[in-house]
């Protein structure tokens, strides 16, 4: 069992940065490959990076490639998503999700979630 909790949302104009981390608790829980995953109103939920547990591999989505920053510090069980260069439709509540196999770009198979944490940038 894994428990994830998303911190660092908020409100920014924008062209600024923000960073969102998101701690794993469980016992097994360093060994999880992590994603992130947004969701904006009327949307479905999207890929927006992944990193493998041990940190080597990392993806991401063509929207956020070269802006975002996915990292993880796996003595703290912490997952981190670096955002610089926002956009307005990078708005949306974010959710770190963790999963056993590998990163997937799917949400539907990831087995663990967080409660989500809502970034808005504003125009």
């Known amino acids: 069992q894994v428990q994830l909790v998303e911190f660092g949302g908020g409100l920014v104009q924008a062209g600024d940065s923000l960073r969102l981390s998101c701690a794993a608790s469980?016992?097994?829980?360093?060994?999880?490959?992590m994603g992130w995953f947004r969701q904006a109103p009327g949307k479905e939920r999207e890929f927006v990076a992944g990193?493998?547990?041990?940190?080597?591999?990392?993806y991401y989505s063509d929207s956020v490639k070269g802006r975002f920053t996915i990292s993880r510090d796996s003595a703290k069980n912490t997952v981190f998503l670096q955002m610089n260069s926002l956009k307005p439709e990078d708005t949306a509540v974010y959710y770190c999700?963790?999963?056993?196999?590998?990163?997937?770009?799917?949400?539907?198979?990831?087995?663990?979630w967080g409660q989500g944490t809502q970034v808005t940038v504003s125009s």
């Open positions: 990193i493998s547990w041990g940190g080597i591999n990392t």
């Open positions: 999700a963790a999963r056993r196999i590998s990163v997937s770009y799917r949400s539907s198979e990831y087995g663990y």
């Open positions: 469980g016992r097994t829980s360093s060994t999880y490959h």
